[in-house]
């Protein structure tokens, strides 16, 4: 099983869906959970920052942790079509990160 | 210049050149990192810099060769590369190299080896 899982895509939405982006992972120890967009030919970009379970909330994006499932996601709301980029989730157990391989967004004016 | 920045965005290189790829960080920070990000696969983590004292070599090929003179510069000096080695090179910096701190990328270097 590997150490973080997530959903390559890509994945099509019309322009203002909710958009649910999600990655699971196998080690317990993670406390600390990151979403970066990445667009295409450039480095990746911190979208959110969540430690240990809960919801975090920052204008259109939601991030929400589930340690006791193993899962995280990313909600988008009221999508454009400027969020077309891959989503990369993160994550660390204080001392090593870990990266998904991303999943790719197209959102359709 | 403010976050991170990485020169050149595109190189092409043959099998047996040798080239510099270079990094930037103007946030303060007090660790680096080099990744290798290939089509589909996870970011590969390869080097780690924590004040300009190496403290993490991720098995990663002796054709790649880092050197972090400061806190602020980090080099990738590259030579007689594969093509496998064809990726997007990414730096990225971290106030620390604790997993609470978030990393900071740069846009990447295109390498491609023909």
């Known amino acids: 099983q590997k150490e973080v899982e997530q959903d390559p895509g890509p994945l099509s939405v019309p322009e203002g869906a909710i958009v649910s982006l999600n990655c699971t992972y196998s080690?317990?120890?993670?406390?600390?959970f990151m979403w970066y967009r990445q667009y295409s030919r450039k480095g990746p970009e911190l979208l959110m920052y969540t430690y240990s379970s809960g919801n975090k909330e920052d204008g259109r994006f939601t991030a929400q942790v589930d340690k006791s499932s193993k899962y995280i996601s990313l909600f988008i709301r009221d999508s454009q079509p400027s969020d077309s980029a891959t989503y990369l989730c993160?994550?660390?157990?204080?001392?090593?990160?870990?990266f998904g391989p991303g999943t790719r967004l197209s959102v359709l004016p | 210049e403010t976050g991170v920045t990485q020169t050149p965005r595109h190189l092409v290189m043959g099998m047996t050149n040798k080239k510099s790829l270079k990094c930037e960080q103007h946030?303060?920070?007090?660790?680096m990192y080099w990744y290798k990000q290939s089509a589909k696969k996870p970011l590969e983590l390869m080097f780690v810099?924590?004040?300009?004292?190496?403290?993490e070599n991720n098995s990663v090929p002796s054709r790649f060769s880092p050197e972090c003179p400061n806190s602020s510069h980090l080099f990738l000096h590259l030579h007689t590369l594969q093509p496998e080695d064809s990726a997007l090179y990414l730096c990225a910096s971290s106030l620390g190299t604790s997993g609470r701190n978030e990393q900071y990328f740069g846009p990447g270097t295109r390498l491609t080896v023909t």
């Open positions: 993160a994550m660390s157990d204080g001392q090593n990160f870990v």
């Open positions: 080690n317990s120890a993670f406390q600390y």
């Open positions: 810099y924590s004040l300009e004292e190496r403290v």
């Open positions: 946030l303060g920070h007090n660790a």
